[in-house]
């Protein structure tokens, strides 16, 4: 079973318009590919990993029904208000049983 990080970025200025200032997938070694860059075809990429792999990279501590993502404030840059949140999304064939394990497993709420 393979599974995506992805991240999401909200700075002090971007939350005043509602929006995130940068989102996007996280890879083994802390790579990050951001969908705003135009540059990369993203499309084309398989960013999908091992739960372990997707393990190191996150801590997600909620369930979302479909996915698994970290507190909000779990990384945040408290000396320029940037908070990064992260979350685990699992193949979109899972089923419910094995959705129920990983949530087990992860402690997620």
Known sequence: ?????????????????????????????????SL????LDHANQDYSMSLREALDLASPDQCNGSWFSE????RCNYR???????????????TPASYDRIKR???AR
Do not use: C, K
Request: charged share 25%; no cysteine; hydrophobic share 30%.
């Open 1 to 33: 079973m393979r599974f995506l990080v992805t991240y999401e970025t909200v700075t002090p200025e971007s939350a005043e318009h509602g929006d995130t200032a940068d989102h996007g997938y996280v890879m083994p070694g802390q790579w990050r590919y």
């Open 36 to 39: 705003n860059d135009d540059t």
């Open 71 to 74: 507190s909000s404030e779990s």
């Open 80 to 94: 320029t208000g940037e908070v990064e949140q992260r979350a685990i999304h699992p193949a979109r064939d899972i």
């Open 105 to 107: 497993l992860l402690g």
